[in-house]
């Protein structure tokens, strides 16, 4: 399979349209050592040529239109999409999914949790039932892998097959206290498996605590992509720009003693990347001393466009 | 003031994702009488060097990004862009309203149902309540002008104003049917007018019908932005792509002999420009015989980045 990086930055994207902190700054003056990033986003080819997204970030047009391999083939009208599997009901995994109501049938998964935290206060995502037939909503099961509905197997070998990763964190703040109050804690952020032909890789855009679990796939995966967001803990209150620390808003900090960078079982086995980066981390600087540490700690730092064939 | 066309196409934006009509595989083909659009959007720009926007369309961060007169000014976050004013609650109107979610107060102008059919039944707008203070909504009045808080006068002139045109239309079909029922039919699709400085223009993205009050609105305006979605009122269903005409979907076909060209009354003064081209449309071909005859018609055809003085 080839998994492309359509989107390597966090919520709000790199430049954000309303932020003039120093990395947003210096993109907007032409930094050649800074580049634009458009909210994270994944597609996974498999080897019948069909993608799957991993979620459906609020910039999915522009990044469909931008990869090639992701235009329709057939008239009138085609696409190779055939699936989103979302990690949480967050504004930034999920405001794509409108991006994609022009009437293409399509398979969404989701843990139940979060497919209710969306369905139930949220009418707008009735657009995606235009299509013909219908979107189909899948619970994504606990502890098992699932497979992806239409992905056929290449001939010989085991259809694709995905799971979650039970990771922690919270519910959006848009979700109502009555319906958060019904929902199982720990469907809030999943990381997610991705497996076809003997290769497998996690991705995990929000990563508030390194579990033994998460650790486990990482060991086992062939290509991981973790949270890059913060580099330090304090990073939006130093910035002026907020009140919560990275931790607070579920993120593992980069660079703490017991960050990212330092849980070496996050990094041991496969390609190690760094994404959903924020626009406030040092490392979106190409010639900073913390993106040199970050990439002598053995993690690549994901740009939008970058492709991995496994 | 000044009115700049941050995009210029249909919902679903020119190419459409997932479309392979004539016009969008040519466009991807590289032909040069082609040029992309993303989905139909305005910003103003005041006197006073403040904008607000008309409709908040789904690109609407690489719209704000692309456009340097809205870059912030001051660190650490800052925006010229100080409200939006809503046509329709159709998704391609407010999506961009959750780009708009990084913490920056905002003023939100809607006519009362449209408020209501998006804040009753979609929770996730409270996105917008993340700010300090969070965003104000206001209900647009009915047959009067409103002031934009905020944006101020010019000295020895009045302040901006702005009215709403009922155009009739209908609610987006992801309303419920319940609520449906409570909201006048008559405020579902308006038409916005913007003065400042003696100087006055009409956008209507959406025109179901050609009212009297909307001719005389064009007639007394120096600019006019207007629905120039469809060439023919079968265009959809000819080309395979539904089943509905153009004016069962709300907008009056251009070339019909009722339609928006042959109506004298919506193109008498000022400049009209067609806006809000569906990637069907035989206009977006430049070597066409119908964007030969809809300028011969004294049309201009709205491209993005286009910009006017008034």
């Avoid at 991981?224 to 808003?249: N, P, Q, Y």
């Avoid at 390609?271 to 600087?285: A, E, G, M, S, W």
Wanted: glycine fraction near 8%; include cysteine; charged fraction near 20%.
């Amino acid at each position: 399979m080839r998994v492309t990086i359509l989107g390597s930055a966090a919520g709000g994207g790199f430049p954000q349209w309303n932020c003039a902190c120093r990395n947003c700054s210096r993109l907007r003056a032409g930094d050649p050592h800074f580049r634009p990033r458009t909210q994270a986003q994944l597609a996974v080819r498999f080897a019948d040529g069909q993608s799957i997204l991993l979620n459906a970030s609020p910039d999915l047009r522009t990044q469909i239109v931008s990869a090639p391999f992701l235009a329709p083939a057939k008239t009138p009208r085609d696409s190779p999409i055939s699936g989103v599997v979302l990690t949480s009901a967050d504004v930034d995994c999920v405001i794509g999914l409108l991006h994609l109501r022009e009437s293409h049938p399509l398979h969404v998964y989701a843990m139940p949790s979060v497919r209710r935290a969306l369905q139930e206060e949220n009418h707008i995502f009735r657009v995606l039932d235009r299509a013909t037939p219908p979107a189909v909503w899948h619970d994504i099961p606990r502890d098992t892998w699932f497979p992806l509905e239409t992905i056929r197997a290449k001939s010989g070998e085991s259809a694709p097959l995905c799971r979650a990763v039970p990771l922690g964190g919270a519910y959006p703040d848009f979700v109502s206290e009555g319906l958060r109050r019904l929902l199982p804690p720990d469907e809030a952020v999943v990381g997610i498996v991705v497996a076809e032909g003997g290769k497998q890789f996690v991705y995990a855009p929000s990563v508030p605590e390194p579990s033994e679990e998460l650790k486990a796939w990482v060991q086992s995966s062939d290509l991981c992509l973790l949270d890059g967001t913060f580099w330090t803990d304090d990073e939006m209150i130093s910035a002026s720009l907020g009140s919560k620390t990275a931790r607070e808003i579920g993120h593992l900090p980069l660079s703490a003693a017991d960050g990212l960078l330092a849980t070496r079982e996050l990094a041991a086995r496969g390609r190690p990347v760094l994404i959903h980066i924020n626009n406030t981390n040092p490392i979106l600087d190409e010639a900073s001393a913390e993106h040199d540490e970050a990439q002598r700690a053995g993690w690549e730092i994901a740009h939008d466009g970058m492709e991995f064939e496994l």
